[in-house]
Protein backbone atom coordinates (compact mmCIF):
# COMPACT_ATOMS: atom_id res chain seq x y z
CA UNK A 1 0.00 0.00 0.00
CA UNK A 2 3.17 2.44 0.54
CA UNK A 3 3.39 2.37 -3.38
CA UNK A 4 -0.19 3.86 -3.29
CA UNK A 5 0.07 5.92 -0.70
CA UNK A 6 2.70 7.71 -2.70
CA UNK A 7 0.61 8.30 -5.55
CA UNK A 8 -1.70 10.18 -2.85
CA UNK A 9 1.33 12.31 -1.72
CA UNK A 10 -0.54 15.69 -3.09
CA UNK A 11 -3.26 16.93 -5.43
CA UNK A 12 -0.77 17.44 -8.02
CA UNK A 13 -0.02 14.06 -8.02
CA UNK A 14 -3.52 12.82 -8.05
CA UNK A 15 -4.70 14.81 -10.57
CA UNK A 16 -1.72 13.78 -13.08
CA UNK A 17 -2.11 10.24 -12.29
CA UNK A 18 -5.72 10.60 -13.18
CA UNK A 19 -5.06 12.07 -16.57
CA UNK A 20 -1.97 9.30 -16.84
CA UNK A 21 -4.91 6.64 -17.07
CA UNK A 22 -7.18 8.60 -19.57
CA UNK A 23 -9.51 11.38 -17.08
CA UNK A 24 -9.12 14.54 -17.08
CA UNK A 25 -9.55 15.89 -13.88
CA UNK A 26 -10.70 19.18 -12.46
CA UNK A 27 -8.95 20.59 -9.28
CA UNK A 28 -11.77 20.47 -7.33
CA UNK A 29 -11.99 16.40 -8.35
CA UNK A 30 -8.62 15.82 -7.80
CA UNK A 31 -8.67 17.46 -4.42
CA UNK A 32 -11.87 15.94 -3.32
CA UNK A 33 -10.07 11.97 -4.07
CA UNK A 34 -6.82 13.42 -2.44
CA UNK A 35 -9.09 13.70 0.97
CA UNK A 36 -11.52 10.46 0.13
CA UNK A 37 -8.44 8.51 0.24
CA UNK A 38 -6.73 10.58 3.63
CA UNK A 39 -9.63 10.76 5.80
CA UNK A 40 -10.75 7.52 4.63
CA UNK A 41 -14.42 8.63 3.17
CA UNK A 42 -16.76 7.80 0.54
CA UNK A 43 -17.03 10.15 -2.17
CA UNK A 44 -21.08 11.00 -3.01
CA UNK A 45 -20.67 12.24 -6.85
CA UNK A 46 -24.00 14.22 -8.47
CA UNK A 47 -24.20 15.78 -11.79
CA UNK A 48 -26.33 14.97 -15.13
CA UNK A 49 -26.55 12.19 -16.42
CA UNK A 50 -23.43 11.26 -18.75
CA UNK A 51 -20.57 14.02 -17.16
CA UNK A 52 -17.96 11.23 -16.31
CA UNK A 53 -19.19 10.06 -12.43
CA UNK A 54 -18.90 6.29 -13.33
CA UNK A 55 -16.04 6.84 -15.56
CA UNK A 56 -14.06 8.44 -12.62
CA UNK A 57 -14.38 5.55 -10.29
CA UNK A 58 -13.04 3.36 -13.22
CA UNK A 59 -9.70 6.00 -13.41
CA UNK A 60 -9.60 5.95 -9.95
CA UNK A 61 -8.85 2.07 -9.89
CA UNK A 62 -6.95 1.96 -13.00
CA UNK A 63 -4.46 5.02 -11.16
CA UNK A 64 -4.57 2.93 -7.41
CA UNK A 65 -3.71 -0.08 -9.52
CA UNK A 66 -6.65 -2.15 -7.93
CA UNK A 67 -9.64 -3.95 -9.06
CA UNK A 68 -13.10 -2.26 -9.69
CA UNK A 69 -16.14 -3.73 -8.05
CA UNK A 70 -19.46 -2.31 -8.95
CA UNK A 71 -22.56 -2.47 -7.47
CA UNK A 72 -24.95 -1.59 -10.06
CA UNK A 73 -28.38 -0.40 -7.80
CA UNK A 74 -32.11 -0.71 -8.74
CA UNK A 75 -35.30 -0.71 -6.93
CA UNK A 76 -35.85 -3.70 -4.48
CA UNK A 77 -32.47 -4.45 -4.49
CA UNK A 78 -31.68 -6.26 -1.07
CA UNK A 79 -28.72 -7.78 1.11
CA UNK A 80 -28.71 -11.27 -0.35
CA UNK A 81 -27.80 -9.06 -3.95
CA UNK A 82 -25.24 -6.58 -2.71
CA UNK A 83 -23.36 -8.23 0.34
CA UNK A 84 -23.91 -12.72 0.23
CA UNK A 85 -25.72 -15.75 -0.23
CA UNK A 86 -24.90 -19.20 0.19
CA UNK A 87 -24.09 -21.71 -2.51
CA UNK A 88 -27.90 -23.58 -2.16
CA UNK A 89 -26.98 -25.92 -5.46
CA UNK A 90 -23.43 -26.83 -3.90
CA UNK A 91 -25.07 -27.44 -0.35
CA UNK A 92 -27.08 -30.07 -2.08
CA UNK A 93 -24.71 -31.47 -4.19
CA UNK A 94 -22.55 -32.28 -1.06
CA UNK A 95 -25.25 -33.64 0.98
CA UNK A 96 -25.87 -35.86 -2.59
CA UNK A 97 -21.97 -36.61 -2.21
CA UNK A 98 -22.15 -37.20 1.66
CA UNK A 99 -25.61 -39.16 2.26
CA UNK A 100 -23.83 -42.44 2.84
CA UNK A 101 -21.35 -40.53 5.77
CA UNK A 102 -24.61 -38.73 6.81
CA UNK A 103 -26.64 -42.38 7.07
CA UNK A 104 -24.01 -43.64 9.04
CA UNK A 105 -24.15 -40.86 11.77
CA UNK A 106 -27.80 -41.04 12.36
CA UNK A 107 -27.54 -44.89 12.47
CA UNK A 108 -28.44 -46.35 15.22
CA UNK A 109 -30.88 -43.59 16.21
CA UNK A 110 -34.44 -44.52 17.20
CA UNK A 111 -36.77 -41.03 16.49
CA UNK A 112 -36.65 -38.19 14.30
CA UNK A 113 -35.75 -35.80 16.93
CA UNK A 114 -33.16 -37.83 17.69
CA UNK A 115 -31.74 -37.89 14.38
CA UNK A 116 -32.29 -34.56 13.83
CA UNK A 117 -30.39 -33.43 17.19
CA UNK A 118 -27.23 -35.31 15.94
CA UNK A 119 -27.56 -33.88 12.35
CA UNK A 120 -27.59 -30.59 14.29
CA UNK A 121 -24.05 -30.95 15.39
CA UNK A 122 -22.86 -30.89 11.76
CA UNK A 123 -25.09 -27.43 10.84
CA UNK A 124 -21.63 -25.24 10.57
CA UNK A 125 -20.31 -27.62 8.13
CA UNK A 126 -22.67 -26.66 5.40
CA UNK A 127 -23.03 -22.71 6.51
CA UNK A 128 -18.99 -22.26 6.33
CA UNK A 129 -17.04 -19.60 4.04
CA UNK A 130 -16.55 -22.61 1.48
CA UNK A 131 -20.16 -22.16 0.89
CA UNK A 132 -20.66 -18.74 0.70
CA UNK A 133 -21.19 -16.44 -2.47
CA UNK A 134 -19.94 -13.34 -1.84
CA UNK A 135 -21.31 -9.89 -3.65
CA UNK A 136 -20.34 -6.67 -4.36
CA UNK A 137 -20.31 -5.06 -1.22
CA UNK A 138 -18.46 -8.45 0.79
CA UNK A 139 -16.11 -8.78 -2.47
CA UNK A 140 -14.84 -5.69 -1.64
CA UNK A 141 -14.23 -5.91 1.85
CA UNK A 142 -12.19 -9.11 0.73
CA UNK A 143 -9.54 -7.70 -1.36
CA UNK A 144 -6.83 -8.15 0.38
CA UNK A 145 -4.47 -5.39 -1.44
CA UNK A 146 -7.52 -2.83 -1.61
CA UNK A 147 -10.39 -2.36 -4.21
CA UNK A 148 -12.60 0.72 -5.19
CA UNK A 149 -16.09 0.18 -4.52
CA UNK A 150 -18.04 1.93 -7.64
CA UNK A 151 -22.03 2.19 -5.92
CA UNK A 152 -23.80 3.26 -8.92
CA UNK A 153 -26.80 5.40 -9.31
CA UNK A 154 -27.65 4.73 -5.31
CA UNK A 155 -30.48 7.21 -5.45
CA UNK A 156 -32.64 4.33 -7.54
CA UNK A 157 -31.99 2.44 -4.39
CA UNK A 158 -35.08 1.90 -1.49
CA UNK A 159 -34.35 3.89 1.54
CA UNK A 160 -34.19 0.30 3.50
CA UNK A 161 -31.32 -0.53 1.35
CA UNK A 162 -29.70 3.32 2.02
CA UNK A 163 -29.90 2.10 5.43
CA UNK A 164 -28.24 -0.71 5.30
CA UNK A 165 -24.90 0.69 2.74
CA UNK A 166 -24.41 3.81 5.90
CA UNK A 167 -24.11 0.84 7.96
CA UNK A 168 -21.62 -1.49 6.47
CA UNK A 169 -19.86 2.38 5.22
CA UNK A 170 -19.28 3.54 8.85
CA UNK A 171 -17.84 0.63 9.94
CA UNK A 172 -16.35 -1.43 7.18
CA UNK A 173 -17.86 -4.71 8.39
CA UNK A 174 -19.96 -7.09 8.32
CA UNK A 175 -22.21 -9.83 10.47
CA UNK A 176 -23.25 -13.18 8.96
CA UNK A 177 -24.96 -14.85 11.50
CA UNK A 178 -23.78 -18.43 10.69
CA UNK A 179 -20.25 -17.08 10.46
CA UNK A 180 -19.95 -14.03 12.73
CA UNK A 181 -18.62 -10.75 12.00
CA UNK A 182 -16.11 -10.15 9.00
CA UNK A 183 -13.67 -6.80 8.81
CA UNK A 184 -12.52 -5.33 5.84
CA UNK A 185 -9.11 -6.96 5.01
CA UNK A 186 -8.31 -3.50 3.65
CA UNK A 187 -10.38 -0.69 3.52
CA UNK A 188 -11.88 -0.05 0.13
CA UNK A 189 -11.96 3.38 -1.82
CA UNK A 190 -15.27 4.02 -1.97
CA UNK A 191 -17.73 6.09 -5.09
CA UNK A 192 -21.27 6.41 -4.75
CA UNK A 193 -23.01 8.06 -7.81
CA UNK A 194 -26.46 9.76 -7.93
CA UNK A 195 -28.68 11.15 -10.86
CA UNK A 196 -30.82 13.15 -7.93
CA UNK A 197 -34.13 10.95 -8.87
CA UNK A 198 -34.93 11.22 -5.51
CA UNK A 199 -32.59 13.04 -2.37
CA UNK A 200 -30.32 10.98 -0.19
CA UNK A 201 -30.90 10.33 3.26
CA UNK A 202 -28.61 13.10 5.23
CA UNK A 203 -27.02 10.21 7.34
CA UNK A 204 -25.44 9.36 4.18
CA UNK A 205 -24.52 12.45 2.83
CA UNK A 206 -23.13 13.51 6.29
CA UNK A 207 -20.93 10.05 5.79
CA UNK A 208 -19.65 11.30 2.33
CA UNK A 209 -17.71 13.93 0.89
CA UNK A 210 -19.66 15.68 -1.82
CA UNK A 211 -18.53 15.95 -5.20
CA UNK A 212 -20.74 17.42 -7.99
CA UNK A 213 -19.65 17.11 -11.54
CA UNK A 214 -21.30 19.30 -13.91
CA UNK A 215 -20.59 19.40 -18.06
CA UNK A 216 -17.62 20.89 -18.52
CA UNK A 217 -16.44 24.04 -20.30
CA UNK A 218 -15.13 24.53 -23.79
CA UNK A 219 -11.36 24.43 -22.84
CA UNK A 220 -11.49 21.23 -20.18
CA UNK A 221 -13.87 19.70 -22.86
CA UNK A 222 -11.45 20.52 -25.59
CA UNK A 223 -8.58 19.00 -23.70
CA UNK A 224 -10.73 15.48 -23.19
CA UNK A 225 -11.50 14.85 -26.88
CA UNK A 226 -7.66 15.39 -27.17
CA UNK A 227 -6.97 12.45 -24.98
CA UNK A 228 -9.43 10.32 -25.55
CA UNK A 229 -9.35 10.94 -29.55
CA UNK A 230 -5.33 11.82 -30.29
CA UNK A 231 -5.74 11.64 -34.14
CA UNK A 232 -8.60 14.46 -34.53
CA UNK A 233 -7.46 17.63 -35.37
CA UNK A 234 -7.22 21.18 -33.19
CA UNK A 235 -9.60 22.77 -35.66
CA UNK A 236 -11.88 19.99 -36.08
CA UNK A 237 -12.00 19.79 -32.00
CA UNK A 238 -12.74 22.98 -31.35
CA UNK A 239 -15.24 23.05 -34.01
CA UNK A 240 -17.16 20.02 -32.44
CA UNK A 241 -17.39 20.91 -28.86
CA UNK A 242 -18.62 24.64 -30.03
CA UNK A 243 -21.27 22.78 -31.68
CA UNK A 244 -21.87 20.54 -28.83
CA UNK A 245 -22.29 23.49 -26.30
CA UNK A 246 -24.69 24.88 -28.53
CA UNK A 247 -26.62 21.90 -28.94
CA UNK A 248 -27.30 21.60 -24.83
CA UNK A 249 -28.67 24.68 -24.83
CA UNK A 250 -31.53 23.71 -26.62
CA UNK A 251 -34.88 22.07 -25.38
CA UNK A 252 -34.08 18.73 -25.99
CA UNK A 253 -34.59 15.87 -23.55
CA UNK A 254 -31.29 14.48 -23.50
CA UNK A 255 -28.31 16.46 -22.99
CA UNK A 256 -25.27 15.31 -25.55
CA UNK A 257 -22.81 13.42 -22.63
CA UNK A 258 -19.23 13.65 -22.92
CA UNK A 259 -18.90 10.01 -23.17
CA UNK A 260 -21.20 10.99 -26.76
CA UNK A 261 -18.79 14.04 -27.79
CA UNK A 262 -15.88 11.12 -27.78
CA UNK A 263 -18.00 9.40 -29.88
CA UNK A 264 -18.70 11.87 -32.57
CA UNK A 265 -15.15 12.90 -32.34
CA UNK A 266 -14.33 9.56 -33.09
CA UNK A 267 -17.23 9.28 -36.14
CA UNK A 268 -15.77 12.07 -37.25
CA UNK A 269 -12.28 11.11 -37.54
CA UNK A 270 -13.35 7.82 -39.43
CA UNK A 271 -14.99 10.00 -41.72
CA UNK A 272 -11.57 11.67 -42.59
CA UNK A 273 -13.76 14.82 -41.65
CA UNK A 274 -11.82 18.27 -41.71
CA UNK A 275 -14.22 20.65 -41.12
CA UNK A 276 -18.35 20.97 -39.71
CA UNK A 277 -20.42 21.10 -42.69
CA UNK A 278 -24.30 20.78 -42.82
CA UNK A 279 -24.70 17.88 -44.56
CA UNK A 280 -22.02 15.99 -42.46
CA UNK A 281 -23.37 17.17 -38.79
CA UNK A 282 -27.01 16.09 -40.40
CA UNK A 283 -25.54 12.45 -41.07
CA UNK A 284 -24.28 11.91 -38.25
CA UNK A 285 -26.26 13.69 -35.39
CA UNK A 286 -27.45 10.36 -34.38
CA UNK A 287 -24.05 9.72 -32.55
CA UNK A 288 -24.96 12.41 -29.70
CA UNK A 289 -28.30 12.58 -30.35
CA UNK A 290 -30.37 9.65 -28.82
CA UNK A 291 -33.84 10.40 -29.09
CA UNK A 292 -35.97 11.29 -32.90
CA UNK A 293 -37.11 14.56 -31.15
CA UNK A 294 -34.42 15.95 -30.25
CA UNK A 295 -32.65 14.94 -33.46
CA UNK A 296 -35.32 16.87 -35.25
CA UNK A 297 -35.35 20.34 -32.83
CA UNK A 298 -31.55 19.75 -33.98
CA UNK A 299 -32.21 19.56 -37.28
CA UNK A 300 -34.27 23.06 -37.37
CA UNK A 301 -31.39 24.77 -35.70
CA UNK A 302 -28.63 22.99 -38.23
CA UNK A 303 -27.70 26.36 -40.18
CA UNK A 304 -27.36 28.26 -37.38
CA UNK A 305 -25.79 26.35 -34.83
CA UNK A 306 -23.07 24.92 -37.76
CA UNK A 307 -22.43 28.78 -38.58
CA UNK A 308 -21.59 29.45 -35.35
CA UNK A 309 -19.16 26.59 -34.73
CA UNK A 310 -17.46 27.85 -37.48
CA UNK A 311 -17.22 31.28 -36.69
CA UNK A 312 -16.24 30.76 -33.36
CA UNK A 313 -13.94 27.90 -34.08
CA UNK A 314 -12.91 28.62 -37.48
Request: glycine share 4%; net charge negative; hydrophobic share 40%.
Given at each position: MSIVT??????????????????????????????????GKPILVEGPAGVGKTELSKAVASFMGVPL???????????????????????????????????????GETSLAESIDKLHQYDDIFFSPQFLEPRPLLKALQEKDGAVLLVDEVDKSDDEFEAFLLEILSDFQVSIPEIGTIEATSQPFVLLTSNSTRELGEALRRR?????????????????????????????????????????????????????TIDWAKTLVLLHAENLDRELVRNTLNTFL?????????EEKLHTLTEHALREAP
Amino acid sequence: MSIVTDKFSTVEKVRQGLKNVGYIATTQIAHTVYLAYHLGKPILVEGPAGVGKTELSKAVASFMGVPLIRLQCYEGLDESKALYEWKYGKQLLYTQLLKDKLNRIIEGETSLAESIDKLHQYDDIFFSPQFLEPRPLLKALQEKDGAVLLVDEVDKSDDEFEAFLLEILSDFQVSIPEIGTIEATSQPFVLLTSNSTRELGEALRRRCLHLYISFPDQGLEREIVRTRVPDISERLTAQLVTFIHQVRKLDIKKLPSVSETIDWAKTLVLLHAENLDRELVRNTLNTFLKAQEDIRVAEEKLHTLTEHALREAP
